[in-house]
């Protein structure tokens, strides 16, 4: 029996709820105020700006228009990635382009532990592939604005793939803000119009770091002096968006590392479905 809509969106918040309670107690469930220890505060209608300055915005205070976002899932431990990975930094420059690297760990059993890699993005990797029902899961890939993939380093693949996706990502764009002030991280992220239906989606925040040089010492690169860009240190969910205008505002010290790091937001659906909104903090 087909379920009605209701209880559909009950079933995706259900798993979303899931999700964030895998990464503890930083995540922000639904819109109820969570007494954390990070102080966590949200508020169902989007709020003025407050205090200090947007940096999530453009020179003419709109949103940044981010239209596609790359995520590059790569290894030290892959001697096929090292092009990938100087490809990748040719798309980190473009204002258009959210392009972030997402070091696996499945590939240490090789001989080099990846100094970088997380478990967590061989996980999102393979419930990208899940998602796409297609089991696609290799190193150097791309994951194009959460619905297509390509070789990482084959640029004419990616460019078919912006080209692919970049529509339905424009269809379905939901603008944020997000800027940091008073020790506080701010997040505003707009509702949908009347009559419109949206996926439950989760909202991620990811420390991006510039440029890591990495020196690897043994396995297929053994000698070779690598560098990685836009490096994902920790992709954590910081709650749901629902469809309604939404105000975040997270104890920023918990959140941010030393070191030249950059600030991101995703909003995507589901946990490994399409990305509908992506921005960056401190432009």
């Not at 505060?41 to 700006?49: F, I, L, N, R, W």
């Not at 100087?86 to 473009?94: H, V």
């Not at 004419?156 to 269809?171: H, P, V």
């Not at 070191?259 to 509908?276: C, H, K």
Request: charged content about 20%.
């Amino acid at each position: 029996m087909r379920r009605s809509l209701h209880d559909e969106r009950q079933a995706i918040t259900n798993a979303l709820r899931r999700t964030l309670s895998r990464f503890g107690k930083r995540c922000v469930l639904g819109l109820a105020l969570v007494a954390t220890p990070f102080a966590v505060a949200v508020s169902q209608q989007a709020g003025p700006a407050g205090d200090g300055a947007v940096t999530g915005l453009g020179p003419k205070g709109e949103p940044l228009p981010v239209s596609t976002v790359l995520e590059l899932f790569t290894s030290q431990g892959c001697s096929s990635c090292p092009p990938a990975d100087r490809l990748l930094e040719s798309y980190i420059n473009r204002r258009d382009v959210m392009a972030l690297s997402l070091p696996v760990d499945y590939w240490d059993y090789l001989g080099w532990h990846d100094t970088l890699a997380s478990a967590k993005n061989s996980e999102r990797q393979r419930d990208y592939a899940k998602s796409r029902g297609d089991g696609a899961v290799y190193t150097p890939q791309i994951v194009v604005n959460g619905i297509g993939h390509a070789v990482g380093s084959d640029r004419n693949q990616i460019e078919r793939q912006i080209a692919k996706t970049s529509m339905a990502f424009a269809k379905k764009r939901v603008p944020m803000r997000f800027w940091r002030t008073s020790g506080m991280l701010v997040l505003e992220i707009a509702g949908v119009g009347e009559g419109v239906e949206p996926k439950d989606a989760t909202i991620w925040l990811a420390p991006v770091e510039d440029a890591v040089e990495v020196e690897i010492q043994r396995g297929e690169n053994h000698g070779k002096l690598l560098k990685y860009f836009n490096v994902v240190h920790e992709l954590t969910p910081i709650g749901i968006w629902t469809g309604k205008p939404i105000r975040i505002q997270i104890a920023a010290q918990p959140f941010m590392k030393p070191g030249n790091m950059r600030y991101a937001v995703l909003l995507q659906e589901g946990t490994s479905g399409p990305i509908i909104g992506a921005t960056w903090m401190g432009l």
